[in-house]
């Protein structure tokens, strides 16, 4: 499998059309890949058909767009649509998001989430292919769809997942598997849930990374970060699972009692250095190899800001990113 290494695009701070040279400097570090993520910035898609038509060799991939935001339909056309721009370099990461996101931002029903994410992948699969697809799902139906543009490439699907149902679907019916908030010695656990795995499948991760050597200023931004995150209902069954149910009651009952501050004072020194990482570039990008000798194919950088890069000026980040890009490894 080709060498790969990823960065979570958009940057912070910068314009979407301010990033040709962003990309450009990727490019150059030796990164491979560009993640898009979409929660209540820019959407999946857009990031990445600016960078197919500046950066034509880059693969694109979307970490992740969600499975209930876009109907079945949409769904396919919009990642039919960047396959068509950038054949063969682009991979559908698809979730289920958050009742936040669904429900609160969508005006959706945020309801049975396995089952949903589960109905559109099997939906998706043939309908990337160009085949019709007609029939009922458990939690819609579909009428006569077929893409008036199916891709001469189809791409591979990959399955957002944290815990035990969601991964083993992943294992046996997705193209790859998304992970997010989880420590280089978690890998090998939730590896293990895969179970029997499709040729080619991947394995790619979201991996926090601040690269500033002052510690106070990256920990007290991870902490606040962890505490947005993990007290989500299915972060926090992650953790459960991972074992950290001692670890983290105390943050989790001092945020349930709205005392915001007070939680994330609890969440332990340890603990916020193996999920964010921080330190000088090179100490970050030898703790991404940790995650690459615990099984992740594709390590994606999410980039947090810095004392350091605190306007997100382009030319200060380029120094940074070639700092962080395997080709200065």
């Known amino acids: 499998m080709t060498y790969r290494w990823g960065m979570t695009v958009p940057l912070g701070g910068v314009p979407l059309a301010g990033h040709a040279a962003i990309y450009a400097a990727l490019a150059e570090a030796g990164f491979t890949d560009l993640w898009s993520a979409e929660v209540a910035g820019a959407d999946a898609f857009t990031p990445l058909a600016l960078a197919a038509a500046w950066q034509p060799e880059l693969r694109l991939g979307t970490a992740v767009a969600p499975v209930y935001t876009r109907g079945p339909g949409l769904l396919a056309m919009s ?62 139906a579909v009428r006569r769809f077929r893409l008036e543009r199916p891709p001469a490439v189809p791409p591979p699907v990959l399955l957002a997942a944290l815990r035990p149902r969601m991964l083993r679907l992943a294992g046996a019916e997705a193209d790859g598997v998304l992970l997010n908030w989880l420590a280089a010695s978690d890998v090998p656990r939730v590896l293990a849930e895969l179970g029997q795995r499709r040729a080619g499948f991947e394995v790619v991760a979201r991996i926090f990374v601040c690269p500033t050597e002052d510690t106070g200023y990256a920990r007290r931004l991870a902490r606040r970060m962890i505490t947005t995150y993990l007290t989500v209902p ?56 940790d995650y690459r000798a ?27 990113i070639a700092q962080l890009g395997p080709a200065s490894g």
């Open 294 to 320: 615990a099984g992740i194919d594709v390590p994606v950088l999410a980039l947090l800001p810095t004392p350091e890069l605190a306007d997100g000026d382009p030319a200060a980040l380029a120094p940074l």
């Open 234 to 289: 299915a972060y926090a069954a992650f953790h459960r699972w991972l074992g950290r149910e001692a670890e983290l009651t105390p943050m989790w009952r001092a945020w349930a009692d709205g005392d915001r501050r007070g939680a994330a004072a609890l969440v332990p020194d340890e603990l916020v250095d193996a999920l964010v990482l921080h330190g000088a570039p090179e100490v970050c990008r030898s703790r991404i190899q």
């Open 79 to 140: 990642a039919a649509a960047l396959a068509e721009a950038a054949p063969g370099r682009f991979a559908l990461g698809i979730g289920a998001s958050s009742p936040v996101v669904v429900r609160d931002w969508n005006g959706i029903a945020f309801t049975d989430p396995y089952r949903r994410t589960r109905d559109v992948l099997r939906f998706l699969r043939p309908a990337l292919r160009g085949e019709l697809v007609d029939g009922d799902f458990d939690t819609f």
